[in-house]
């Protein structure tokens, strides 16, 4: 059983905190997990404290972005991973990502994935020769349209 972490967790101040995280062999401390978001993409970052110094923030690590959207979520164990929404992937394996993970995308992201996902179905459609060139470049248009509008 997966639980999605929402799409709160979006910097340092917001982040999701595991109070007991292991640090080296016998020290504990805490962990914090957040999504950073930017004109790149999303990547996932955590942060743990230093036992060793009373606890101070130590510096944070970053995944590599996912271009196009990120998720955050909890597996059976309570361990916390991240999931993304990049170019490379088929249009099935976009759409599964919106249905697993749409709840923990953050909001600033959400648009992005919806436009992205809308582009990869009428791509489908080209390439497979249910529309025309003209209707292709029409459905694209409108796509990029509705997302300037809701931005």
């Excluded at 394996?93 to 993970?101: E, P």
């Excluded at 919806?114 to 060139?133: E, L, S």
Aim: glycine share 6%; proline share 3%; net charge positive.
């Amino acid at each position: 059983m997966v639980n999605i972490l929402s799409g709160i967790h979006v910097s340092a101040d917001t982040a999701y905190v595991v109070e007991d995280y292991p640090y080296g062999f016998r020290l504990r401390c805490k962990i914090r997990y957040w999504l950073e978001s930017n004109n790149k993409g999303v990547r996932f970052c955590s942060q743990t404290t230093n036992p060793k110094k009373s606890h101070i923030w130590n510096k944070p690590k970053y995944s590599t972005y996912s271009s196009q959207a990120g998720a955050m979520f909890q597996d059976d164990q309570g361990h916390v991973h991240h999931a993304g929404l990049h170019e490379y992937m088929d249009t099935a394996a976009c759409v599964a990502f919106r249905d697993n993970y749409g709840a923990g995308v953050p909001a600033d992201s959400v648009n992005r994935m919806n436009t992205f996902i809308q582009g990869k179905i009428v791509h489908d459609k080209y390439r497979a020769g249910k529309i025309t060139q003209e209707e292709y470049k029409k459905e694209i248009a409108s796509i990029i349209m509705e997302r300037s509008l809701n931005k």
